[in-house]
């Protein structure tokens, strides 16, 4: 055999060993689509797919160090305002979380970070409330003292 004979015969086999392994790939994608379809029908079981979701992301986190992020990038993960207003970021959390969901092929990883996002930023909610409730307690016993001043 001549050398172009070898070439073309190498390319053809090359060739179809591309065509099967490109095959292959396409149908286990169609099959993945598939199950994720027939999973989205059942909208009982995507509560609890939810719900295990949450428990599993929330409780995962204490059992390896526990990583904080910033405020700043808490709110530019849900894209919020620095309001921090619960209604708007409860609303982005729900979104954004579903959207994410793996069964409707979304990110395992980005659905950890907007969970993230939302401890953080409800962290930082319950403390200005504490800071607000202490200043407004340091604030009562001065403004008591004042009136007693102005009585006498």
Known sequence: ???PRYIANIILIASQ?????LSRAIREELNASRQAAASRSSPGRQESIHKGAVHNLKHGMTLQARKRIYLQEAIQILNVSPNL???EIKKRYDHLF?????AKGGSLYIQSKVVRAKERIDEEIRNREQ????NSKEKCPNESAKRE???T
């Open 85 to 87: 207003e619960r209604e």
């Open 17 to 21: 060993a591309v065509g099967r392994a």
């Open 1 to 3: 055999m001549s050398w």
């Open 149 to 151: 001043e102005q009585n």
């Open 98 to 102: 579903a959207v994410n969901d793996k």
């Open 131 to 134: 800071s607000n409730e202490s």
